[in-house]
């Protein structure tokens, strides 16, 4: 019924401006085009004033209104995330003063040059000394953000610290799996082929397999393999090895201000070295609530939207601790070699749940 | 060729007109305006089918603003006039989510923005302001319209599919598009996306081949190049846009149906399906092709779109503020430069990929580089309007709201364009944000502000100006209330594309902005129904237009009868003697194009 009503209103209000133009129409007639196109021109010229004022007070008050629920104020939770944020907000001066010289003027001629009785047109087709100076200057300005927009590049890019502590993030519709090297420090060989949900979700080779010439890696024994929450440290830099089991995904981590696809086949790269713990972010948002999401940024699917890791940074004896509790994948797999797999068994169930109810 | 034997040539063959005795000729319904190859009529094709294909595009995202707006409410109207796989329970579905948005983009870019823009304009506009009786080929021309109305049939057909449509957004990054397993949008619903795609491929070629054609060969009697309307200018270097970057979306295309259908391995790699529980064959193949060769059309196709609509403005701002376009041949300079630098900037839509840190500084270079014309571009119509004497016609508010959006959309390009900045912003709400602002809004605004301007050559009649102005009002407020929050939440790290926000911590406070949005883009979404309503009332009876020449331009197009007929011109086809905006130029308003050089007058084109 409410939506029956609704739709009339709406027809309703159609016919009203409908008829109302139309009888502008005729009004114009009466009233001598001329005239009424006129006072049309002097309206329409002070619209555009008054849409500029207005539009400069709205965008005032949106960013008072939301700026504090972006990243703005809140610090980037790593080191490489500080150089996109100066460089942000380099841009921002600069775009934001272009931005408000050029509407003004566009605004201000539209309402100064208005048509008016008496007034003389200026032929004015070019002036090279004009056209020269707003080619220059522009210029220069985008030398400017192009050196340091080129040099954080460089620097997000580069090779990673070699004390990095390497962990291998790989996505599946629809969510994420994490790897860590063991004890031995080295990742063991893998193989989309023997991958199995339910036991050994990224492949690692751990038998011998005549058919696909694979033979068991000794130091995939180790490994370490999580989902949903990946564990890094406070001021260690952590390089990610990024991976995808189906559909391109992508590694995205706002509160880093990093991003990095994930693409099956074609293994990449991201680094950045953290700089709160968790616990710390908590109290510089002053939300309890607070964690550092992983996020998806790349559509894989219908799922797409619940594709969610989370990332706890801890102090580095928190992480010894955590570390010490985690059991190599392979010993989950084959129980009788170890008695002590009871955890990582459950994780591994428990997401499992969790991606089918996906 | 000369325009009379192109005329005689394509009438002979359509039996239907004889050179200038078309009036006294009987043609039937179908040879006049369903199977026409008289450009205007095929311009008007192009013009209503896209603006058919603008409602539904529209409507879609009407429906998932709906969903992002409303997370929580249920809709139970929604579920009978969509049926349980869009809407069950009167909520939008998740895949029902993703079909809408991956439709709402392909057809705006292509059918809409693309044919809709470039098909009306160039159609109705080239063989008018280059003085010819119509294109080069008038045959092709009605087979390029053809080959996208079947396009455009395939595509509406498969959101009727059980499957529904693809909706792996409308960049159909493969693996997600090769697989059915991965998404069940790609399934039944990518096949015919990908012959549609195909099929406009094949339409847009020909109509680009016959665009460059008719504007080297077809203009007429002293009109050079340097005395061409921006519009044609505009135009032409869209056409070559699109006949330089098409084929090779079409490769990337047809590499793709091998991979879905034919077992090969172009794209495919390393790929386990948990929804099967199966590992692929396929290794070898890189995911990242498809992305080279996407956007090696992809980003030339932000150009196609956008250039018509710069030419549009140009010529629109100098009419009415009876001003000559401010440094005519910079504006070409600088299309020309936006056109070469359009094929080299493709990478840097994937920044994140993994790419080649070099190759992405150079990206980053030649992108940023495009700010450049861009700048040129928006100070000259600034100065176009400088002490001008300016008539706010619905096209000219319009044409004033394009260069505000472009200003406004263009300087995030900025931030976008620079490779580390965007790493962090990169599919968030921002670049939403900018591309709708600086292409979507735009262009779309371009294109009303082209409707409003020759609708009375194309129809001999006038559109409700006070429907114009209620209709320009709430399009400018609406887009930049709609657009301008999204900055803000891309400034939070929000991703595109998710169905719902509420499981996460980090974007789940814009839930009230959401609803926000979404309540302005209902209304902005009526108001381009009384635009609609506007265009049909006025078609049969709008005030008839009495004046051959209302606005007082320079161009040709003016010199027709208000309803020219087949072949544009009655008698000789005019000549030229000046460039396009002779304006307020000592102490006339305007002189025609066709009026000859004063004895002690000055010439410089």
Redesign the interface.
């Known amino acids: 019924m409410t939506?029956f009503l609704t739709i009339t209103a709406?027809i309703l209000i159609?016919i009203v401006?409908?008829q109302?133009?139309?009888a502008?129409?005729y009004i114009a007639i009466i009233k001598g085009e001329e005239k009424t196109?006129k006072q049309?021109?002097k309206i329409?010229?002070y619209?555009?004033l008054g849409?500029m004022i207005i539009?400069l007070v709205?965008?005032w008050y949106?960013?008072k209104l939301?700026?504090s629920?972006?990243?703005?104020g809140v610090p980037s939770a790593s080191d490489h995330?500080e150089?996109?944020d100066q460089?942000?907000w380099v841009?921002i001066w600069?775009?934001g003063f272009?931005?408000i010289v050029?509407?003004v003027?566009?605004?201000w001629?539209?309402f100064k040059?208005?048509?008016?009785e008496g007034?003389?047109?200026?032929?004015?087709?070019?002036?090279s000394k004009?056209?020269i100076i707003?080619?220059s200057v522009?210029?220069i300005v985008?030398a400017i953000?192009?050196v340091i927009?080129?040099k954080?590049?460089?620097i997000?890019?580069?090779d990673a610290p070699k004390n990095s502590l390497e962990v291998e993030v790989v996505g599946?519709?629809f969510n994420w799996i994490f790897r860590y090297k063991g004890n031995d420090d080295v990742f063991g060989r893998k193989y989309?082929?023997v991958?199995d949900?339910a036991t050994n979700p990224l492949?690692l080779v751990w038998k011998d397999n005549e058919k696909l010439g694979l033979k068991d890696d000794e130091k995939a024994h180790d490994d370490i393999v999580l989902q949903q929450t990946m564990y890094v440290v406070k001021g260690r830099p952590v390089k990610l090895i990024i991976g995808s089991?189906?559909?391109?995904h992508?590694v995205?981590l706002?509160?880093f201000?990093?991003?990095?696809?994930a693409?099956?086949?074609?293994p990449?790269?991201m680094w950045f070295t953290p700089k709160y713990t968790t616990k710390e972010m908590k109290e510089i948002t002053k939300?309890p609530?607070?964690?550092y999401?992983l996020?998806?940024?790349?559509?894989?699917?219908?799922?797409?939207?619940?594709m969610?890791g989370i990332i706890e940074v801890v102090t580095q004896q928190e992480f010894d601790a955590w570390m010490a509790e985690k059991k190599p994948a392979y010993l989950t797999a084959f129980p009788d070699k170890n008695v002590k797999t009871e955890t990582t068994t459950t994780a591994i169930a428990d997401n499992k749940a969790i991606?089918e109810k996906q | 060729m000369s325009n009379d034997t192109t005329l005689h040539a394509s009438t002979d063959a359509a039996h239907n007109i004889h050179g200038e005795h078309h009036e006294h000729h009987h043609e039937t319904f179908i040879t006049k305006y369903i199977f026409s190859q008289d450009h205007k009529t095929i311009s008007k094709q192009f013009l209503i089918t896209g603006m058919v294909w603008a409602v539904i595009g529209g409507l879609m995202s009407v429906l998932f603003r709906l969903q992002l707006g409303f997370p929580d409410e249920s809709f139970p109207w929604l579920e009978d006039l969509l049926g349980k796989w869009w809407a069950a329970g009167g909520h939008i579905t998740a895949q029902g989510y993703y079909a809408l948005v991956t439709i709402h983009g392909t057809v705006l870019i292509f059918f809409v923005l693309t044919a809709g823009l470039s098909g009306t304009f160039a159609n109705l506009l080239i063989p008018l302001q280059i003085g010819a009786r119509d294109m080069a080929s008038p045959l092709l021309n009605m087979l390029s319209y053809w080959f996208f109305f079947i396009a455009g049939v395939i595509m509406l057909s498969s959101i009727f599919v059980e499957t529904g449509p693809f909706s792996g957004g409308w960049t159909a990054y493969p693996p997600l598009s090769a697989l059915g397993d991965a998404s069940p949008g790609s399934k039944t619903g990518m096949d015919l996306w990908i012959i549609s795609m195909a099929l406009f491929v094949v339409s847009s070629l020909l109509s680009g081949l016959n665009y460059i054609a008719t504007v080297l060969n077809m203009r007429t009697k002293g009109m050079s190049m340097t005395r061409l309307p921006l519009t044609i200018w505009s135009l032409f270097f869209t056409a070559i846009v699109g006949v330089l970057s098409f084929p090779v979306l079409l490769s990337g295309f047809i590499l793709l149906i091998f991979d879905r259908n034919f077992g090969t391995s172009f794209y495919l790699s390393d790929i386990f399906l948990s929804a099967t529980g199966t590992a692929l064959p396929n290794e070898g193949g890189s995911a990242i092709l498809f992305q080279h060769l996407f956007w090696f059309l992809g980003h030339p196709e932000v150009y196609i779109i956008v250039l018509p609509a710069m030419g549009i403005v140009s010529e629109i701002l100098s009419i009415h503020s009876r001003k000559p376009i401010f440094g005519y041949i910079a504006m070409i300079g600088s299309l020309f430069a936006i056109t070469v630098l359009s094929f080299i900037v493709w990478a840097h839509h994937m920044f994140v990929t993994g790419l080649n840190p070099f190759l992405g500084s150079l990206f980053t270079l030649f992108t940023l580089l495009i700010a450049l014309p861009s700048a040129i571009k928006v100070f000259n119509w600034l100065t176009t309007l400088w002490r001008g004497s300016i008539r706010f016609t619905p096209s000219m508010l319009f044409a004033i709201g394009f260069v505000s959006v472009f200003i406004s959309g263009g300087l995030t390009g900025l931030w976008l364009g620079n490779s580390a900045l965007d790493i962090h912003l990169h599919d968030t709400y921002f670049n939403i944000a900018h591309f709708h602002l600086v292409m979507g809004v735009a262009s779309i605004f371009a294109m009303f502000a082209g409707v409003y301007h020759w609708f009375p050559k194309m129809y001999g009649r006038r559109m409700n100006i006070t429907l114009g102005y209620i209709h320009f009002w709430i399009s400018i407020i609406g887009a930049y209330l709609i657009f301008w929050p999204m900055h803000y939440e891309g400034l939070a790290g929000m991703p595109r594309r998710y169905y719902d926000y509420s499981i996460w911590e980090s974007f789940k406070q814009f839930s009230e902005l959401n609803r926000f949005i979404s309540i302005v883009v209902f209304i902005t979404f009526s108001a381009q129904i009384l635009f609609i309503i506007n265009f049909f009332y006025s078609i049969w009876n709008g005030r008839k237009e009495t004046s051959l020449n209302p606005y007082g331009a320079t161009t040709l197009e003016w010199t027709t009868p208000i309803h020219p007929g087949h072949g544009n011109w009655v008698g000789e086809i005019p000549e030229v003697h000046r460039w396009a905006y002779d304006y307020s130029k000592d102490g006339n308003d305007f002189i025609p194009q066709t009026t000859p050089i004063g004895a002690d007058e000055k010439n410089e084109h």
């Open positions: 939506m709406i159609f401006i409908f109302i133009s139309k502008n129409e196109r049309g021109n329409n010229a619209l555009m849409f539009g709205g965008v949106c960013n939301l700026y629920k972006t990243l703005l995330g150089k996109v460089m942000l841009t600069i775009t272009v931005f050029t509407q003027l566009l605004f001629f539209a040059y208005r048509e008016q007034k003389k047109v200026f032929f004015f087709p070019h002036s004009l056209e707003w080619t522009p210029a985008l953000l192009i927009g080129l954080n590049w460089y997000i890019t580069g599946k519709q989309y082929k991958i949900e492949g089991r189906d559909v391109i992508d995205g706002p509160h201000r990093m991003k990095m696809d693409v099956p086949g074609i990449t790269t939300n609530d607070f964690i999401e996020a998806c940024d790349q559509m894989c699917g219908n799922g797409h939207y619940s969610k991606a």
